[in-house]
């Protein structure tokens, strides 16, 4: 109908059209992308991110949770303003690297040593490298579907869809994510269940005497953002003592759990911890850290190391700069103010959504939630994956979220960070309330 005025483009529709042209689907992870297109950020401050178009969003992504302290949290724009004018790169060890180091140490001892790289997923492989250099061994155990970056290992069982995801014996299959995968890739690495003990202890045995390393998160995203079972946990550990395999704890994004990061909260005592986001302060990061004896296995004061990690990039000293600004002034005081606000946002949600009768309910721990559909017990990958209606729901959740000026990831998962207050947290707890009851009323 001609006479009807069309409405005029956003400035961030603009933007998409012209990037489709150069950039093939944008920069973000295909996970993280949302349709239409997301809003294109113009700049962000505190909890704050300002669009394109000047709508101010409540960012509750935080760039895949690596901010802690929102955007352009002062304490770091001073560290890297001081930073940058002294150079950004040098190929020579700076004091900056041994700061964050130290800092780490400080707040875990089992976070004695550390080796910085530029993302998780460079921390993954290098941790991996690390066990198959200290073991000899060169197979690997992860548990299903849970995300730990983008290394090929790393990436088995990632989606797996049902109709694949048991092997003949009834184990969690090695499924290939990305289209290529070498099929030695799969062979070598071994799934386990997160929420079977018995199964877990099984596959272990068999396989135990073969592996150079398990690799966990005892609070995986991807299997729900609920706690690994202390039996599974338990299982591992045995399995470790007995066979001589290597534990890599992947704190990438759980550090921000606790002051010394996930591990103590478990009981977990690893060989390998990988880290990043927070840890950079908003800069690319990564880091493998672990007691001396195994951080040895990256040593080459003494000649060529058994594992090389190198990198242009690694440990700029702009990145430390931030690092240490995020770490300093997310101190333990810091930190338990964090995690009791989204104990605080778990609970408004679920009270709200029980007494509204909503099938819903919000899991996580500390700053990190993750909104679940339906009323089924979520335990693991499996249980966790949204059904099919659930599929279609959540898109419509997140974009009547973003309505409302909130920013969540795709899957309806969020971090907190230290700007945010009480205000924010019944802000998130209605817009998210508000949103499902839309949904199942429509
Ligand atoms: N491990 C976990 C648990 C992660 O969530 C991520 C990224 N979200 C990574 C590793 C990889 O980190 P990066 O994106 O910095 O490569």
């Not at 700029?316 to 300093?328: D, H, K, R, V, W």
């Amino acid at each position: 109908n001609n006479t009807e005025m069309e409405a005029p483009m956003t400035r961030s529709a603009a933007a998409f059209l012209r990037e489709q042209r150069v950039v093939p689907g944008g920069s973000m992870r295909h996970a993280s992308w949302f349709p239409p297109h997301p809003p294109y950020a113009a700049r962000g401050e505190g909890c704050w991110i300002v669009d394109l178009d000047n709508r101010r969003i409540l960012d509750c992504a935080n760039n895949f949770f690596s901010l802690v302290h929102g955007h352009a949290f002062p304490p770091i724009v001073a560290a890297l303003t001081d930073a940058i004018a002294n150079g950004t790169a040098f190929g020579l060890p700076m004091e900056g690297e041994i700061a964050l180091a130290e800092a780490l140490a400080a707040r875990n001892p089992r976070l004695a040593q550390t080796r910085f790289c530029n993302s998780g997923t460079e921390a993954v492989m290098a941790a991996i490298k690390g066990a198959r250099g200290t073991t000899g061994r060169h197979r690997i155990a992860k548990f299903e579907g849970c995300y730990h970056g983008s290394y090929d290992h790393a990436e088995v069982s990632l989606e797996s869809k049902p109709e694949e995801w048991d092997d003949a014996a009834g184990n969690p299959a090695s499924i290939a994510y990305a289209k290529g995968t070498p099929p030695a890739v799969l062979a070598d690495t071994v799934v386990l269940p997160y929420a079977d003990a018995d199964r877990c202890a099984a596959i272990l045995k068999r396989e135990g005497p073969t592996l150079a390393a398990i690799i966990l998160d005892p609070q995986a995203s991807k299997a729900g953002m609920v706690p690994m079972p202390a039996e599974v946990i338990a299982a591992v550990k045995e399995a470790c003592r007995r066979d001589g395999i290597l534990l890599i704890v992947d704190e990438v994004v759980n550090f921000r759990l606790g002051l010394g990061g996930i591990s103590p909260l478990f009981g977990l005592e690893p060989d390998f911890v990988t880290l990043g986001k927070i840890i950079g302060g908003g800069l690319p990061v990564g880091a493998v850290s672990g007691p001396a004896e195994r951080m040895a296995v990256f040593n080459h004061a003494q000649g060529k190391p058994k594992v090389a990690l190198g990198g242009t990039f690694s440990a700029n000293p702009l990145t430390m700069a931030a690092g240490l600004a995020s770490l300093t002034h997310y101190d333990e005081a810091a930190v338990a103010r964090l995690n009791a606000l989204g104990e605080a946002l778990r609970q408004r949600v679920n009270q709200g959504m029980e007494a509204a009768g909503l099938p819903c309910r919000m899991a996580g721990a500390g700053s990190l939630f993750r909104l679940h559909l339906g009323a089924r017990k979520v335990a693991d990958y499996r249980s966790a994956r949204p059904l099919p209606a659930e599929t279609e729901a959540l898109p419509r959740i997140h974009a009547a979220v973003l309505e409302a000026g909130i920013l969540l990831t795709p899957n309806c998962s969020g971090a907190l960070s230290t700007p945010m207050g009480e205000a924010q947290v019944a802000q998130i707890a209605d817009a998210l309330i508000q949103a499902v009851t839309a949904e199942v009323r429509a």
